[in-house]
Protein backbone atom coordinates (compact mmCIF):
# COMPACT_ATOMS: atom_id res chain seq x y z
CA UNK A 1 0.00 0.00 0.00
CA UNK A 2 1.07 3.59 -0.91
CA UNK A 3 -0.21 6.75 0.23
CA UNK A 4 0.43 9.81 -1.89
CA UNK A 5 -0.13 13.67 -0.90
CA UNK A 6 0.53 16.74 -3.14
CA UNK A 7 1.48 19.77 -2.28
CA UNK A 8 2.97 23.09 -4.18
CA UNK A 9 0.37 23.97 -6.17
CA UNK A 10 -1.19 27.71 -6.46
CA UNK A 11 -1.37 30.84 -8.96
CA UNK A 12 1.07 31.83 -10.98
CA UNK A 13 1.48 34.59 -13.63
CA UNK A 14 2.24 33.50 -16.90
CA UNK A 15 5.71 32.55 -17.63
CA UNK A 16 6.45 31.55 -13.71
CA UNK A 17 7.21 28.46 -12.65
CA UNK A 18 5.70 26.51 -9.88
CA UNK A 19 7.99 23.23 -8.26
CA UNK A 20 4.74 19.83 -6.85
CA UNK A 21 5.95 18.01 -4.33
CA UNK A 22 4.42 14.55 -3.97
CA UNK A 23 4.83 12.64 -0.37
CA UNK A 24 4.88 9.05 -0.39
CA UNK A 25 4.30 6.81 2.50
CA UNK A 26 5.44 3.16 2.97
CA UNK A 27 8.88 1.24 2.51
CA UNK A 28 8.40 0.02 -1.18
CA UNK A 29 8.55 3.89 -3.00
CA UNK A 30 11.72 2.85 -4.84
CA UNK A 31 9.83 0.23 -6.77
CA UNK A 32 7.49 2.06 -8.42
CA UNK A 33 7.54 4.35 -11.36
CA UNK A 34 5.47 7.77 -10.36
CA UNK A 35 3.75 9.72 -13.00
CA UNK A 36 2.15 13.14 -12.64
CA UNK A 37 -1.08 13.86 -14.64
CA UNK A 38 -3.87 16.50 -14.55
CA UNK A 39 -7.28 17.03 -15.27
CA UNK A 40 -9.46 19.67 -15.90
CA UNK A 41 -13.10 19.70 -14.83
CA UNK A 42 -15.34 16.98 -17.72
CA UNK A 43 -12.45 16.08 -19.10
CA UNK A 44 -9.98 13.01 -19.28
CA UNK A 45 -6.59 12.46 -17.39
CA UNK A 46 -4.07 13.80 -19.27
CA UNK A 47 -0.62 12.38 -18.79
CA UNK A 48 2.42 15.12 -18.18
CA UNK A 49 5.22 12.72 -17.11
CA UNK A 50 6.33 9.93 -15.50
CA UNK A 51 9.77 8.89 -14.11
CA UNK A 52 10.94 4.74 -13.70
CA UNK A 53 11.82 3.40 -10.24
CA UNK A 54 15.18 4.62 -10.14
CA UNK A 55 15.06 7.99 -11.77
CA UNK A 56 17.22 7.31 -14.60
CA UNK A 57 14.51 7.57 -17.37
CA UNK A 58 11.99 9.90 -17.61
CA UNK A 59 9.08 10.63 -19.77
CA UNK A 60 7.20 13.90 -20.81
CA UNK A 61 4.03 14.64 -22.63
CA UNK A 62 4.66 17.11 -25.84
CA UNK A 63 3.30 19.47 -24.32
CA UNK A 64 5.05 19.81 -21.49
CA UNK A 65 8.69 18.96 -23.23
CA UNK A 66 11.40 21.59 -22.67
CA UNK A 67 9.51 23.00 -19.68
CA UNK A 68 8.89 20.62 -17.16
CA UNK A 69 11.30 18.02 -15.13
CA UNK A 70 10.01 15.19 -13.06
CA UNK A 71 12.90 14.11 -10.07
CA UNK A 72 12.73 11.72 -7.43
CA UNK A 73 14.72 11.40 -4.52
CA UNK A 74 14.21 7.77 -3.08
CA UNK A 75 15.88 8.24 0.30
CA UNK A 76 13.07 11.34 0.60
CA UNK A 77 10.24 9.05 -0.57
CA UNK A 78 9.76 11.80 -2.67
CA UNK A 79 8.66 12.92 -6.51
CA UNK A 80 9.02 16.21 -7.90
CA UNK A 81 7.70 17.85 -10.87
CA UNK A 82 9.32 21.30 -11.65
CA UNK A 83 6.93 23.41 -14.19
CA UNK A 84 8.64 26.39 -15.57
CA UNK A 85 7.43 28.72 -18.34
CA UNK A 86 3.86 27.96 -17.22
CA UNK A 87 1.18 28.61 -20.03
CA UNK A 88 -3.02 29.56 -18.48
CA UNK A 89 -3.52 26.31 -20.16
CA UNK A 90 -1.27 24.47 -17.74
CA UNK A 91 -3.90 25.47 -15.83
CA UNK A 92 -5.64 22.33 -14.27
CA UNK A 93 -5.30 19.92 -11.01
CA UNK A 94 -2.41 17.72 -10.75
CA UNK A 95 -2.11 14.33 -9.35
CA UNK A 96 1.07 11.83 -8.63
CA UNK A 97 0.70 8.24 -8.77
CA UNK A 98 2.40 5.01 -8.34
CA UNK A 99 2.98 2.29 -10.67
CA UNK A 100 4.31 -0.66 -11.63
CA UNK A 101 4.83 -0.70 -14.91
CA UNK A 102 7.45 0.39 -16.98
CA UNK A 103 8.18 1.78 -20.08
CA UNK A 104 5.62 3.38 -22.35
CA UNK A 105 2.99 1.57 -20.34
CA UNK A 106 3.49 4.69 -17.83
CA UNK A 107 1.70 6.83 -20.37
CA UNK A 108 -1.46 5.44 -19.39
CA UNK A 109 -3.83 6.43 -15.89
CA UNK A 110 -5.31 3.42 -16.41
CA UNK A 111 -2.09 1.77 -15.37
CA UNK A 112 -1.67 3.55 -12.11
CA UNK A 113 -2.22 1.34 -8.80
CA UNK A 114 -1.54 4.61 -5.85
CA UNK A 115 -3.22 8.06 -6.61
CA UNK A 116 -2.72 11.21 -4.74
CA UNK A 117 -5.99 13.53 -4.04
CA UNK A 118 -4.18 16.32 -5.97
CA UNK A 119 -3.34 20.16 -6.04
CA UNK A 120 -4.49 22.99 -8.12
CA UNK A 121 -2.53 24.57 -10.57
CA UNK A 122 -3.60 27.71 -11.99
CA UNK A 123 -2.11 29.91 -14.63
CA UNK A 124 -2.76 33.69 -15.22
CA UNK A 125 -2.62 35.41 -18.19
Known amino acids: QVQLVESGGGLVQAGGSLRLSCAAS????????MGWFRQAPGKEREFVAA????????YYADSVKGRFTISRDNAKNTVYLQMNSLKPEDTDVYYC??????????????????WGQGTQVTVSS
Open 26 to 33: GRTFSSYA
Open 51 to 58: INSSGRST
Open 97 to 114: AATTARGSRTYYHSNYNY
